[in-house]
């Protein structure tokens, strides 16, 4: 089994920043691709970001590109979402996932195997 927990959300005015991060446990010596979703109220889960076991691969939902950094500390089984200039659009709860396939970088929320709680991301206007 795995687990993941989510860190790093809370209320951040416009044009501030945020980093997320998601701790993994359990199953460590396996490998996983890593993914960040969110989802707004009444809205349904959208992709936000996606990293590579090795971190050769990344990809990124066109909204959050050039604001949005996603990385990883694999010593630490530790996954990074750094934000920067965020919008009121981005309030939203954010969850990371994590995928069986580690050099795949899923966009849909199918292709991961395990989740997290999920972090409130609130932005002030």
């Known amino acids: 089994q795995v687990q993941l927990v989510e860190s790093g959300g809370g209320l951040v005015q416009a044009g501030g920043s945020l980093r997320l991060s998601c701790a993994v446990s359990g199953r460590t010596k396996s490998s996983y691709a890593m993914g960040w979703f969110r989802q707004a109220p009444g809205k349904e889960r959208e992709f936000v970001a996606a990293?590579?076991?090795?971190?050769?691969?990344?990809s990124y939902a066109d909204y959050v590109k050039d604001r949005f950094t996603i990385s990883r500390d694999k010593a630490k089984n530790t996954v990074f979402l750094q934000k920067n200039n965020l919008e009121p659009e981005d309030k939203a709860v954010y969850f990371c996932?994590?995928?069986?396939?580690?050099?795949?970088?899923?966009?849909?929320?199918?292709?991961?195997?395990?989740w997290g709680q999920g972090t409130q991301v609130t932005v002030s206007s």
């Open positions: 996932a994590a995928d069986l396939v580690p050099l795949r970088t899923s966009v849909t929320s199918r292709g991961y195997d395990y």
């Open positions: 990293i590579s076991w090795n971190g050769d691969n990344t």
